[in-house]
């Protein structure tokens, strides 16, 4: 197990430094020029020219490799041109916001899917099998924003029983100050109730419109391995020591079946936290998305290379953490590898 | 002696496809009966049908009596006291009948407590540690915290004979128990199996299609084909038996004595004198 963490570990590194070199790259190729993006196209030659100087652009490309990776681990992630602030406070608003629409999108649509393939598992009913399958066939073929929009006209305009696309909180409601940014749970930290369940609230039209997607991935995923695996020879034994159907089916079938759905768990995840720009426009989210999409345009440098790094580590995190369970639950995945 | 086991007119249908067709026979308490037969002829469906661990696909018509009342096999959770605790079970592959992720002692303290409701941890450790003395497997305590992975295939089909005796039942079923065995290792697993039932009086129903274990184990015989029961008779009286088929399957038997020539086959068709429809 040590041996495991200390081999994951290192590849996490390397693909950290694969990351950074990535967003390094990427955006030095396109075309365009940061500092004459910044400064409009009435700057004079001079303007320009000492701005490359203070952006460090006049620089070798090693060198400025160098001193944005020194400057990432150091924290000074740089300013940014186009909007005349600090990378690190910008990202402390947004990052938070797009950190807790994923997690809530992804417990809802992990939770959703390992109940729905339980349930086809266990009760073997035509409605048991039908309705969940529907379900995943329609999650993975609507579009999100199509969706959103839909959940806003039905949820709050015709009923009225969530709010609108006004953002995390509803105007004139403060955020909890908290350590974490994630609303929900700093409001709970510091006892405040009241903010607690209005951030839930808000929370829960665009977490469910992000959870479609890797709801009927991880939904068809699990029930293929959990129906795979109730052929099994030890089910079968087990069912012979008199243990009960049900609980065969938790006990001995999912710790078996669920392992591919983590692995696919950690992958989702990561993608939550790169992919929801749509559905933060369609909710007026205050998250990242919308920042790097405009930083992407005006080739911001330092905010799209600090939210690649970052998204990046939150990225390699995860699956850290899911192979670290999954070799938990698989002794044989222990030593790094299958054996047999 | 009473019966302990009586099956009446049992059939059993896959869709279009019949795996037993109206099996009848009484079982008496003690009794070592092994089934012989062919590959497909219904020996294993035979075993699972006394479980009640058919596939739901499987139609099922007649009637199986246990100790004179008749099995619940319609009735999962009455089943479930009856599996483990009165009829025990050993499946062939050793290999695949253990979850690859619960330690050798999660299956056996599973195995204990489904037929222990209430028992402590300390009781079924207890448990799983004397059995698998009794099933011959060294260092007992140290290996209960290892994988199936870890253990040999002798060794899992050593530790499966544990789990099935585990809730001390009247009557085991064993489903080809050596088949995905070596023949030393065969030998070792047959003899564990033969010590612990005769010691605990226990019934054994073995399902096979080698021959070499009936002599060793068998007080009945009874020889299957084509989903039918087609002979029922006591071990002495198998080098005599009438019936053609057996006399085939006996003739088909590999021995150490006649080297040299080809071995005689069974045709597809029954041999003749035979009526299919008997």
Known sequence: MPKLIASRLLTSILALLGAAAFAFIAIRVAPGDAARLTLGAFATDEAIASLRVEMGLDRPLPVQFWIYLQDFVTGDWGRSYSLGQPVSQLLASRFPATLELGLYAFAMAFSAALAMALWGAHRQTPFSERLPQRLALFALGVPQFWFGLVSLMIGFELLGLFPGPVGRLPPGMDAPGGPTGLFTIDALLVGEIGTFAAAFHHLILPAATLALLPFGFLYRLLRANLADMSDASFALVARAHGQSRLRVLLKTLLPNAIIPTLTASGLIFGQLLAGSVLVERVFNWPGAGALVTQGVLTQDYSVVQTFILLSAAVYIVTNLLVDIVAALIDPRLRSGGLQR | ?278
């Open chain 2, 1 to 278: 002696m009473t019966a302990l086991l009586e099956i009446k007119e049992l059939s059993v249908r896959f869709g279009a496809t019949a795996a037993l067709r109206s099996i009848s026979f009484n079982f008496a308490a003690g009794a070592q009966l092994v089934i012989v037969g062919e590959s497909g002829s219904g020996k294993s469906t035979l075993g699972l049908s006394i479980l009640g661990l058919l596939p739901r696909t499987a139609e099922v018509i007649g009637k199986v009596r246990f100790r004179g009342a008749e099995l619940p096999v319609e009735d999962d959770r009455a089943m479930n006291r009856i599996r483990g605790d009165s009829i025990g079970f050993i499946h062939q592959d050793p290999m695949s009948a253990f979850s690859p992720v619960h330690t050798i002692g999660t299956h056996l303290f599973r195995a204990f407590r489904a037929n222990h409701p209430g028992s402590t941890r300390r009781e079924a450790e207890a448990a799983a540690i004397r059995l698998l003395d009794e099933v011959q497997i060294s260092r007992a305590r140290e290996r209960l915290d290892h994988y199936p992975h870890q253990y040999s295939g002798g060794m899992l089909q050593r530790v499966m004979i544990a789990a099935a005796l585990i809730g001390n039942p009247a009557l085991l079923i064993a489903d080809e128990p050596t088949t995905a065995l070596d023949a030393t290792t065969q030998a070792s697993v047959l003899r564990v199996l033969a010590n612990s039932v005769s010691d605990r009086g226990m019934s054994l129903m073995l399902i096979t299609h080698d021959l070499g274990v009936v002599a060793e184990v068998a007080t009945d015989v009874a020889v299957m084909y084509g989903g039918r029961l087609i002979q029922y008779l006591p071990i002495a009286d198998l080098p005599a038996a009438a019936h053609p088929y057996t006399q085939a399957l006996l003739k088909a038997r590999p021995s150490f004595g006649r080297r040299g020539h080809r071995l005689p086959t069974i045709a597809d068709l029954l041999p003749a004198g035979w009526d299919a429809d008997a």
